[in-house]
Nanobody, 127 residues
């Protein structure tokens, strides 16, 4: 049973930083692409960032490029999202996800390409 558990969400003022973490259990993610998505109230779930299983390729939504950094630690079975210069429009529930057994350079942007999802963690940015 694959489980993904996100942590690190919270309330922060605009311009502040948060670091989200996602821990996987029941599965070794060392050959999986991992991604972060977010969903604001009344909106579709949208892509934020993805990282290849090798860690050598990353992919970001234009809205977060230069502010967010995705990283992974295969030894710990985790993926992280460092979020800096946060804006009120970053407010959403953030989800991590994995796509299993991918090529080493794959960083999917579509939510339909991911097989397993966490329950999400709330990020609220006040103005």
């Amino acid at each position: 049973q694959v489980q993904l558990v996100e942590s690190g969400g919270g309330l922060v003022q605009a311009g502040g930083s948060l670091r989200l973490s996602c821990a996987a259990s029941g599965h070794i993610v060392s050959r999986d692409a991992m991604g972060w998505f977010r969903q604001a109230p009344g909106k579709e779930r949208e892509f934020v960032a993805a990282i290849s299983w090798s860690g050598g390729v990353t992919n970001y939504a234009d809205s977060v490029k230069g502010r967010f950094t995705i990283s992974r630690d295969n030894a710990k079975n985790t993926v992280a999202l460092q979020m800096n210069s946060l804006k009120p429009e970053d407010t959403a529930v953030y989800y991590c996800a994995i796509r299993t057994m991918t090529a080493s350079w794959i960083t999917p942007r579509s939510r339909y390409e991911y097989e397993y999802w966490g329950q999400g963690t709330q990020v609220t940015v006040s103005s």
